[in-house]
């Protein structure tokens, strides 16, 4: 138990440190520019911090090496984004409001999950309503979106590299959550009538 306590505190202490990082960065950036983009994607990591330090615990933790890797990579990689002095690819307002999008996505389904929400793949109890009813990883749908948008914003070769590598990760996260998850007889029932991971119609 105490090996269990002290690993979730270095994750809530290790979460809280990227993110401060990101916020220096993101903040200084709209002190200058005057660009909302980079502020929707700080509030979409700041609810990773509430969420982390209130969450319960889990049923069942996924403690594989797979599982920490894209765990580590995923959540590692977006406070690691920086903004540049390259020019967005479209107007800040045209990414601010798909941002926006990827924002509300995001927020509704972490409040769908409440305390269930966590870092880990892991069972916290499962979740089938609000924009679960659609998809079965929404807040992974959001990331995806706020991350492109931010991209497209700041694209420069380091942010290029860390949303390839950071996405990539994520969606083999949700893919190793539904693994963890599929030893449970309601997660099965539920994935009968929501067939999609991400994207409805595509993946």
Known sequence: MLREATRDLA??????????LLSINLLADFLRTGHITGLLLLVSEALIVILTVVRRRAQI??????????????????????????PGLLPDMVTAIVSAVGLL?????????????????ANRGVVA???????????????????????V?????????????????????????????STDVQYRTYCQRVAWHLVPGVF
């Open 11 to 20: 994750a809530r202490a290790l979460v809280a440190s990227l993110f401060a």
């Open 61 to 86: 933790i996924d403690r594989s090496t797979a599982a920490a890797v894209t765990t580590t990579l995923s959540i590692v990689g977006p406070p690691l984004l920086r903004a540049g002095q390259t």
């Open 105 to 121: 996505l995001v927020i509704g389904g972490k409040m769908t999950l409440g305390r269930s929400f966590g870092i880990a793949p």
């Open 129 to 151: 309503r609000g924009p679960y009813m659609i998809v079965r990883h929404p807040i992974y749908a959001g990331y995806l979106i706020t991350h492109v948008a931010f991209l």
């Open 153 to 181: 914003a700041q694209p420069t070769p380091l942010n290029l590299v860390i949303v390839a590598v950071a996405d990539t990760a994520l969606i083999a996260r949700a893919l190793i959550e539904e693994r963890v998850l």
